[in-house]
């Protein structure tokens, strides 16, 4: 590969352009390729920063990561707001579990049982707690808990923050399709294209459908909740993320597939759980119904750091969910793998050798 910048990251979502500046703040000299920047997952997203409340069975490795990264967000958030004087719409209010019935009940208690176990912050609140602190809340409801270390930012507002954030360090963004890394002029590579990374690299990412929907306060006033709400509803999962300008964005459905299409049973579904949830919902104006792919591997955890077989090419993908809680992390992490040529510990568990990978980029090659 011919240098004529020290570091070319393709892909132009939260995780590359992150990538792009931390390593633009290292000294190195970058460029971005991304034929549409910031219209991939994250311009779906819901945006929760949310460590406990993911922290799923079996995932002790990864649940590790999200703390980490959730710890380093309000830093991030601060030093991207000041370098660029754009709010990332930055919120700390926590998250609430809500379970309807008896049966939702029970599935939650396993997991936030579970999560306690790990030492996640987490406590359970009885119905009256609940509605306490979010009035709006179905009278029915039947117990949930609350996560005051779940946050949310609003990720449109983090890519147009983060792509101000290159501007300023002079970093450009080329608008170009890269479907081949052997094209790209630069010492070190890293590949950050969501779902676009498994043809690129060889490595296992698979989409996996999201469907998302976008309501409005009638008046665009405040929403009147204030906490992210996670809802099990007649098992039917659901989580509502109020924004502070009358937003309130309602989600999301898992589907192994790996189309765009919004479907009128999501729609349907989503909606019907969310007024479950908090019934004032279905006053609201819906203004968006979006579909996006998560870019998911064999393990749901992302693969960070040198791609087997491929001098200079490092990966930062395969984020799956997590992709915009994780943003400050895999940046520090993947820049520092670059800067150095020494790969922090913290990597080791999310190598993408764990897959394969060599012998799926020598058959690639």
Known sequence: ???????????????????????????????????????????????????????YFGEVALTGLLVESA?????????LSTATGMSLGYRTEGTLVVALTGDDLAEAERLWTYQQRLGLPITPLRPAALREREPLLA???????????????????????LRAALDRCGVPVVARHVDELSTIEAGTVVVAAG?????????PIRPVKGQVLRLRTPGGGAPGFRHVIRGYADGRHVYLVPRADGEVVVGATVEERGDRAVTAGAVLELLRAAADLIPEIAEYELVEARA?????????????GRLPGRPGVVVATGHYRHGIVLTPVTAELIADLVATGAPDPALAPFAPERFGAREAVAQWS
Request: aromatic share 4%; proline share 11%; net charge positive.
């Open 1 to 55: 590969m011919n240098a004529t910048a020290d570091v070319a990251v393709v892909g132009a979502g939260p995780i590359g352009l992150a990538v792009a500046w931390r390593c633009a703040q290292r000294g190195l000299r970058v460029t971005v390729y991304d034929p549409a920047p910031g219209s991939g997952a994250s311009a779906v997203a819901a945006g929760m920063l949310a460590p406990v409340a993911e922290a």
């Open 71 to 79: 710890a380093r967000w309000p830093r991030f958030a601060a030093e």
């Open 139 to 161: 009278p029915r409801a039947r117990g949930g808990a609350y996560a005051p270390g779940d946050h949310q930012v609003d990720p449109r507002r983090l890519v147009a923050a």
């Open 195 to 203: 779902c676009g990374a498994g043809p690129l690299t060889g490595l």
């Open 292 to 304: 996006a792919l998560r870019p998911g591997t064999p393990d749901n955890a992302p693969a960070l």
